[in-house]
């Protein structure tokens, strides 16, 4: 059995588990932050997050829990800040949406659409001028590129060549709001093109083949210190925010192909075709299940920060 494929299943049954935890006990309201879930779309960052490794500067949206497990494996920490407990990497003050522990490589999470992708263009650019082996990596939404500052950073990086991975989630909505209805072009990765940028697109929702197209960029960033932009369709599962299907909501319609394809089905089957006996499947399973329910157990016991922590780690002009 390939230990890749191992690694990538394990990265997306922790970030499907420790979602469905969170799905399990939101209802008694004690998880005081709004949920933006990454379900249906873990095969992203478990492939961005498995080729990366210790080189990854990851910068996220609030749709960040995928990323922040997948890159920290931090399911404790993660927790602590789903209850605004002193266990959390930002004791608490973070939440769902700002999600940050750039100790372990998750730089730093933003709520703001778009706010991040310029920033990694100067992550980028600090890394080239230093010669270090890093390498910034941003995730964002299709919505995050009806920003202005999306373009502008495109055009600069581009410019100034800085090796930043930029990684476009298009889940084809930003909140309610098809790309249809937003976008007066058809094709985006057709415009990125005309950048002197390395663009990569993908409609596959199998997190190996994602993962061989990271290797690519990070092969291109290591040889030429181009910008790469990976454009990479997917589904969301659930409401924009919040932890329920909305599929009555009457926006849009449940589309059962994405589901049918859906990574962790296809890991899983990979695994048992490589010959991995499925009571050892189901023991993993068992054992990331059991560590993600101790760890919201232990968040939920945690003591909330002091009141005179109040502004403490806040910066504001
Ligand atoms: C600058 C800014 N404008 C508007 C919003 C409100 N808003 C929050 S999420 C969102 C949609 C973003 O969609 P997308 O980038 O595709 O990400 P997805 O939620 O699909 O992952 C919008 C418009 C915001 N947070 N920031
Ligand atoms: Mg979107």
């Known amino acids: 059995m ?3 494929s191992l690694d990538l299943y394990k990265k997306l049954f922790l970030s499907r588990a420790a979602e469905e935890c969170i799905m399990k006990y939101y209802h008694e309201d004690d998880m005081k932050t709004p949920m933006h879930m990454s379900m249906g779309q873990e095969f992203i960052p478990a492939a961005v997050c498995q080729a990366l490794g210790e080189r990854g500067q990851i910068f996220t949206s609030y749709r960040s829990h995928a990323p922040y497990l997948c890159r920290t494996d931090d399911v404790e920490g993660f927790f602590g800040e789903m209850y605004g407990k002193i266990s959390g990497p930002m004791r608490g003050k973070g939440g769902s949406m700002h999600l940050s522990n750039p100790d372990l490589g998750h730089m730093c999470a933003s709520a703001i659409v778009s706010s991040l992708i310029p920033v990694v263009v100067g992550a980028a650019w600090a890394n080239k001028m230093k010669n270090t082996d890093k390498i910034a990596a941003v995730f964002f939404g299709d919505g995050a590129v009806d920003e202005g500052c999306f373009w502008e950073s495109m055009n600069i990086s ?4 800085t090796p930043a991975l930029f990684i476009c989630e298009d889940n084809g909505l930003a909140v309610h709001t098809s790309k249809r209805q937003r976008q007066g072009y058809k094709n985006l990765p057709d415009i990125i093109r ?12 199998d997190a190996e083949e994602i993962h061989g197209l990271v290797k690519e960029a990070m092969d291109v960033i290591d040889k030429t210190q181009k910008p790469v932009f990976m454009h990479l369709e997917c589904y969301r599962y659930l409401e924009h925010v919040g932890v329920y299907e909305d599929f009555d909501a009457g926006y849009r319609e449940k589309e059962e192909s994405w589901y ?6 296809v890991q899983r089957q990979r695994l048992l075709d490589q010959g991995m006996d499925e009571k050892d499947i189901v023991q993993l399973e068992q054992e990331i299940e059991t560590r993600v329910e101790n760890a919201l157990m232990a968040a939920k016991a945690e003591k909330f920060p002091e009141d005179d922590e109040l502004y403490e780690g806040v910066f504001y002009g």
């Not at 049918?260 to 089905?265: F, I, K, P, V």
């Open 2 to 4: 390939s230990s890749l």
């Open 158 to 161: 581009a410019l100034m060549q």
């Open 194 to 205: 005309h950048f002197d940028v390395h663009v990569i697109t993908s409609k596959s929702t």
């Open 260 to 265: 049918d394809s859906g990574a962790l089905r």
